[in-house]
């Protein structure tokens, strides 16, 4: 592998999330100094920032694009306790000569009392849902009942987890021989409640969510949590990041009667465990085939993981620092950019674990 | 024997982990992108890099030399998918070798630039592996010579000079010649250094002589086997019998080919230089010592030679070991190791389909039930998809992936950017055409969507049409009635005029087509056959209530015209209209200015329906004389 293209994103402070849109041909960088930048990719294959704004009252942690079904929507989720909705609207002709572009707040979604640490949009076979999570251990899924009104969100459900959430992943698969089914990962330290991966599913009878399963093997923290897609499969992968890379197998069981009401039960089964990165993992990714699984841990390297047809997993790849620092400008603008609010960030006491609950609030 | 183990290659990110802080990482389509952050904000703050890089594998898939290489090899995976079944065997085979043949031609027109030449000699030794044993080493040194054409160019270039024998490549080039078992080339060259000194003249003629009949195996000749193996003996201890004689003892080069002549090891790897891989070292030997060596015993002597060759210190590339593996004809292990060892699924993918075609491969039974050619033909299909033109070579080979190749074109087919009407509809096309019908209703509401958002009413229209999207078409029926009622006038008249059947989709779609038909007819002075349209459209609900004032107020001209259009029943019918609609429930939100002109609107309604009731009895009580 090689590094193509780098581009300067131009953020004053550390980019925390980057996503690309359905198509690849847009692209959104969050970041904590509290904006959100979207690049669009041209015709000559250069990315341009076609627009730059502040999204929140502190860092934003995570950035996602609703299916483009929807129009070109944006959710973000950040440190000041919510998440919010953007829509891109056509600007005036001079907008696009200069090639940039207005985004508008849709709505602020205000329920969390305290940092919000995922925010994804449902597969849209359910409608334009969002759902977030939060470090006070609830789950939030929020419907949009009229899609060419962005501003009107109602809060479906709260699915409250008992335990601190830091990242959330909706089953893709829109096959009608299962029900919708979202996965919650927990980074508590806390013992009692040991199974820190929590997957729920809806049930038609109750309209409501229940919890399927609780993952009790995974027992550390966990940082990341991602379904792979499903290409026909009669079972689910999930992949986790938590002290190590963990690939699950949830095998559905067959009912005993028709009518039996209550989740599906699963047989959990552990497909693969990587600790190359010899660290905690913080995030896991699946490509869109699900052939591939990226991982990046603390020890700085991003790692891609892939089955052969015999189902054995190696490491295929490395991505990792060259350890050079930055040069020319970007350092010295970055000391002066980050003021006030940086230094109000600034981690008092390494007791703390997890990135969201460290954080002071912003001056 | 044992898997192939390939250590992942580390990629470095520029001006990244200077703090020891974590990459982030996104994938996107055919590339993945990477930048520096801290999951943990705990340590120094510095803006560190807020770079964001794009990653992408080695194999560029945007070479125009690869670009040819997957569009050639596409025609040809479809030309081995329609081989039918019900071909006798023998012609299935010649016709599978010649597949395998066409395929490395397109390879060797990419090579220099490709580098795929363990993929050319595992094709080669495909086809040799349907050879038996004599005609195994002829296909042997075909394959050796192909590879080694530098040696031609040194003959050339020795052949070419004032006086070749003093050339300092001269015996260099003879060797190899021999080394090859190219003697009637090696004779020719060495007949130049024949003709310069007489004195030894004797030596170069017996050395010619031995060249000369060297026994070469003919396949088609009428000779057998062990005819063969009884000359090919003979010979080689005329040989042996020149090296005790010392025949070419003032000679040291032309000792030196004796002893190849005779297939003496020791002399063999002396030309390790000029063999220059352990293979050529392994077809050379075999040709001096066992000349008739059978497929099944030939991977004993690839392996020895390869260790021989190589050494006691060195260790064995992977693309060695694939070939040994392929030595032994063992498929599976090939296409093991070169899944492992060749990034490229190009190859693999092509090689493995072929042998699944010839029903070479056992195929094993994966989990999820389907095999290893399948497998392999998704991976080389998916990452075609990303390229912006090839991905239309992918489709194909998803088609002929019966297991999960619809899943996964279902998957990939949406992912495809529709930069344009015409790319849109292309992959509209590709998905109607199987059937593809969540994914045709995803494609044309996107494209609907959007251009809705540039106010595009009739492309919008068009794609919920396409869509089969009813509330969709409903919501821009909407559109093109405000629009309408704001400025007067429609727009895309064409697309309205011409819904046809498309215009049942939804309600409000109805009611606009047949709406704008009503303008139609009355701008062609049509009157009575708008005055029915426009009645019916009322009588038979399809026009919303909302609308009703406005289609009695377009009621009006017709009404005031000189002639009367409408009859009494239908006036009657008009006039019940209007009542109805003045009995409902009157809009809280109208302004009094608003009630106003509603009232005024409603008075003058009722004063010409009244009027046109007169005319209407007098004309239909009128007798026509």
């Known amino acids: 592998m090689f590094v193509a293209k780098s581009i300067a994103a131009d953020h004053k402070d550390l980019i925390h999330d980057v996503s690309y849109d359905f198509h690849g041909r847009r692209m959104a960088t969050c970041s904590s100094d509290q904006s959100v930048k979207v690049w669009d990719k041209g015709d000559d294959g250069e990315w341009h920032c076609t627009a730059s704004w502040k999204t929140h009252s502190g860092s934003v942690w995570r950035v996602t ?42 709505t602020t979604l205000v329920d969390s009392r305290t940092s919000v640490t995922d925010v994804k949009f449902a597969p849209k076979h359910m409608g ?82 229940a919890k399927a399963e609780t993952l009790m093997t995974v027992t550390d923290p966990v940082h990341d949590i991602a379904f792979a897609p499903n290409l026909g499969r009669s079972f689910h992968v999930l992949a986790i990041a938590t002290k190590d890379v ?28 990587f600790d190359s990165h010899n660290s905690q993992v913080w995030r896991v990714s699946w490509n869109i085939t699900s052939t591939l699984l990226a991982s990046s841990g603390d020890d700085g390297c991003v790692r891609l993981w892939k089955a052969n047809y015999m189902d054995n997993w190696k490491c295929t790849g490395i991505l990792r620092g060259d350890g050079s620092p930055v040069n020319g400008s970007g350092h010295a603008a970055a000391l002066s950019a980050v003021g006030v609010p940086a230094a109000a960030q600034m981690v008092v006491g390494a007791a703390s674990a997890g990135r969201k609950k460290a954080q002071l609030m912003p001056g | 024997m044992e898997e192939v183990d390939v250590e992942p290659s580390t990629t470095l990110i520029p001006s990244a982990g200077f703090h020891r802080k974590h990459l982030g990482f996104e994938w996107g389509p055919g590339d993945l992108l990477v930048y520096e952050t801290n999951y943990k904000l705990q340590g120094p703050r510095s803006a560190g890099s807020p770079f964001v890089h794009i990653v992408r594998r080695d194999e560029d898939i945007c070479s125009p030399i690869l670009r040819k290489l997957f569009n050639e090899s596409h025609l040809i995976f479809v030309g081995l998918q329609k081989i039918k079944e019900d071909i006798p065997s023998k012609n299935k085979k010649s016709q599978f070798v010649s597949i395998s043949k066409n395929y490395r031609s397109v390879i060797r027109a ?64 003879v060797i190899s010649l021999v080394l090859q078992g190219r003697t009637d080339e090696a004779r020719q060259v060495l007949s130049k250094q024949a003709s310069l000194r007489e004195e030894s003249s004797s030596v170069f003629k017996s050395m010619d002589g031995l060249l000369q009949t060297m026994p070469i195996f003919n396949p088609t000749g009428t000779q057998t086997l062990t005819e063969f193996e009884v000359k090919w003996r003979h010979w080689h201890e005329e040989c042996d019998r020149c090296l005790q004689e010392n025949t070419f003892a003032s000679n040291r080069h032309l000792e030196t080919i004796c002893k190849i002549l005779v297939g003496d090891e020791d002399t063999l790897l002396e030309q390790k230089e000029l063999l220059s891989t352990w293979y050529h070292f392994l077809v050379t030997r ?96 998916s990452g075609l998809f990303t390229h912006h033109s090839l991905w239309q070579l992918a489709v194909d080979y998803f088609d002929h992936c019966p297991e999960f190749g619809r899943v996964y074109l279902e998957l990939q087919i949406e992912r495809v950017p529709l930069d344009t009407e015409r790319k849109a509809i292309k992959v509209l096309r590709i998905c109607e055409d199987r059937q593809m019908s969540e994914q045709v ?76 038909e009503f303008h139609r007819l009355y701008g062609e002075k049509r009157f009575s056959e708008a005055a029915r349209l426009l009645l019916s459209l009322m009588t038979a609900k399809i026009a919303p209530r909302s609308l009703w004032m406005t289609l009695l107020t377009d009621a009006l001209p017709l009404l005031e015209q000189k002639e009367v259009i409408f009859s009494v029943d239908q006036t009657y019918e008009l006039m019940s209209c209007l009542e109805e609609l003045n009995s409902g429930t009157k809009d809280s939100n109208l302004t009094d200015q608003d009630e106003d002109i509603e009232s005024t609107k409603t008075e003058l309604l009722r004063l010409a329906l009244a009027r046109n009731l007169t005319m209407a009895i007098v004309k239909e009580g009128t007798i026509e004389t």
């Not at chain 1, 440190?79 to 005036?92: L, M, N, P």
């Not at chain 1, 459900?157 to 601190?164: A, F």
């Not at chain 1, 963990?246 to 047989?267: D, H, Q, V």
Request: aromatic share 10%.
């Open chain 1, 65 to 106: 694009w609703a299916h483009p079904e929807f129009g070109q929507v944006l959710a973000s989720c950040s440190f000041d306790r919510t998440a919010a909705v953007w829509e891109e609207i056509v600007g005036e002709s001079n907008d696009k000569q200069r090639g940039q572009s207005h985004w508008i707040k849709r």
């Open chain 1, 128 to 209: 334009l849902m969002l759902t977030t999570c939060s470090a006070d251990g609830v789950v939030r899924i929020y419907e949009a009942p009229d899609v060419m009104n962005l501003s009107q969100w109602s809060l479906q459900h709260e699915i409250s987890c008992k335990l601190s959430c830091s990242c959330i992943s909706w089953n893709p698969s829109s096959s009608r021989a299962h029900p919708p089914m979202i996965a919650v990962g927990s980074d508590d330290s806390n013992v009692t409640y040991s199974g820190k991966v929590q997957i729920y599913e809806y049930n038609e009878n109750t309209r409501k969510y």
């Open chain 1, 246 to 273: 963990r690939i699950f197998k949830l095998i559905p069981m067959r009912r005993e009667s028709a009518n039996s009401s209550g989740p599906t039960k699963f047989e959990v089964q552990v497909m693969a465990q």
């Open chain 2, 110 to 173: 990419c090579m220099e630039e490709l580098q795929q030449n363990a993929a050319d000699r595992v094709f080669v030794l495909f086809s040799v592996s349907t050879q038996n044993a004599g005609s195994l080493l002829l296909h042997l040194l075909d394959w050796v010579r192909l590879h080694k054409s530098d040696v031609d160019a040194r003959a050339r270039e020795v052949l070419q000079s004032d006086s070749p024998a003093q050339h300092q490549s001269y015996w260099d080039v």
């Open chain 2, 286 to 381: 075999l040709l001096f010592t066992h000349p008739t060596i059978k497929p099944p015993d030939l991977h004993y002597y690839a392996q020895s030679s390869m260790n021989m060759f190589l050494g006691p210190r060195a260790s064995p590339e992977p693309l060695d070991i694939i070939l040994l593996s392929a030595f032994e004809f063992d498929l599976h292990q090939v296409i093991k190791d070169c899944s492992i060892a060749l990034n490229n699924w190009w190859f693999v993918a092509h090689l493995t389909d072929l042998l699944d075609h010839c029903k070479l491969l056992q195929s094993h039974n994966l989990h999820f039930g389907s095999n290893l050619r399948e497998f392999l033909v998704l991976e080389y299909a």
């Open chain 2, 441 to 516: 209703r995803s494609i044309c509401k996107i494209m609907a969507k959007r251009a809705l958002r540039n106010n595009r009413l009739g492309s919008a229209l068009s794609w919920s049409i396409r869509a089969k999207d009813a509330a969709f078409a409903t919501l821009i029926s909407e559109r093109f009635l405000q629009d309408y009622s704001n400025k007067g006038s429609f727009t895309d008249l064409d697309l309205l005029d011409n819904l046809g059947p498309a215009m049942l989709l939804s309600d409000r779609l109805t009611f606009l087509g047949k709406y704008r």
